[in-house]
């Protein structure tokens, strides 16, 4: 069954605008929650990852919100631009050397 | 200097028929994994591996097989192919024991049974 529920399963921002995705989880053995960006053609790659021991976790113009209690985690992308017009996948793992639980996929498109 | 690479990138094949997928890792990493992305982009994990244990995603048909010749290398067989394999693989490598689960991606394999 799927272990990490994604919404939304698409998205279009304007140029400057603030893009949000967000994700719930059950499992409370989670204890790793990465975000992938994946371009066409290409493999997904680590954008930004946080736990449990957190509530926010900041990369430039990127963050995750974390609320443990709710089971919920989200990547917000500030000042969005067309180049970050990709998918985008939340994940959760146990510790180290587990596998990753995708959700779906949110494919963003960021309009100039 | 590519850090996971795979090959080939594309393969077309024939029903019925038996390939292999190759994967080395140059991070120095324990851990490797293969993953499966369908038509819809959903990823899911078939295997991962160290050079202890080997877990397989119990909905994996046997016809698959992880082969690690090393501890750089992870290749995966595929025996008597379905139109259903037709996916994208990728595989993917982590350190264990590191406190975090970072897993460096391949550029994946798209396979084509027809």
């Known amino acids: 069954q799927q272990q990490v529920k994604q919404s939304p399963q698409s998205l279009i921002v304007q140029k400057g605008g603030i893009s949000i995705i967000n994700c719930a989880y059950e499992?409370?053995?989670?204890?790793?929650f990465p975000w992938y960006q994946q371009f066409p053609g290409k493999g997904p790659a680590l954008l930004i990852a946080?736990?449990?021991?957190?509530s926010e976790k900041k990369e430039g113009r990127f963050t995750i919100s974390f609320n443990k209690s709710a089971k919920q985690f989200s990547l917000h992308i500030m000042d969005s631009q067309p180049g970050d017009s990709a998918t985008y996948f939340c994940?959760?793992?146990?510790?180290?050397?587990?596998?990753?639980?995708f959700g779906k996929g949110t494919s963003l498109l960021v309009t100039p | 200097d590519t850090a996971v690479s795979q090959t080939p990138k594309y393969l077309v094949t024939q029903m019925g028929n038996d390939k292999s997928i190759k994967c080395e890792q140059n991070?120095?990493?324990?851990?490797m994994y293969w993953y499966k992305q369908d038509s819809k982009k959903f990823l899911k994990i078939m295997f991962s591996?160290?050079?202890?244990?080997?877990?397989i995603n119990e909905t994996v048909p046997n016809r698959f097989s992880p082969k690690s010749p090393d501890k750089a290398h992870l290749n995966l067989h595929i025996n008597s192919l379905e139109l259903g394999d037709s996916a994208v693989y990728f595989c993917?490598?982590?350190?264990?024991?590191?406190?975090?689960?970072?897993?460096?991606f391949g550029p994946g394999t798209r396979l084509t049974v027809l």
């Open positions: 499992n409370t053995a989670f204890d790793y």
């Open positions: 591996y160290n050079n202890k244990e080997l877990i």
């Open positions: 993917a490598s982590s350190l264990a024991g590191q406190g975090v689960n970072e897993q460096f």
């Open positions: 994940a959760a793992s146990k510790n180290s050397g587990y596998a990753l639980n």
């Open positions: 946080i736990r449990p021991d957190v």
């Open positions: 991070l120095g990493h324990d851990t």
